[in-house]
């Protein structure tokens, strides 16, 4: 029974690295107020403003999100 507790540690700490990196991804500065709220539901935003804006890493100044 050992080697299926160290295999479920080996995928917590994947899944775990797996969250971090996506953390890193997140762009700095200000979400938008829709990015932000739909980030706090725990969705992307939807709009295409701010769909491509991600795509670039960026947050969306149409919807008053701030880049550093
Ligand atoms: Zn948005
Ligand atoms: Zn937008």
Do not use: F, R, W, Y
């Not at 709220?37 to 890493?57: D, L, Q, S, T």
């Amino acid at each position: 029974m050992k080697l299926i507790k160290v295999l479920a540690i080996v995928a917590m700490a994947v899944s775990l690295a797996t969250v971090a990196q996506a953390e890193d991804k997140k762009p700095k500065g200000k979400a938008g107020g829709c990015c932000a709220k739909a980030e706090k539901a725990g969705k992307k935003c939807e709009h295409p403003c701010c769909v491509e804006a991600a795509k670039a890493g960026k947050n969306c100044e149409k919807c008053g999100g701030k880049n550093e």
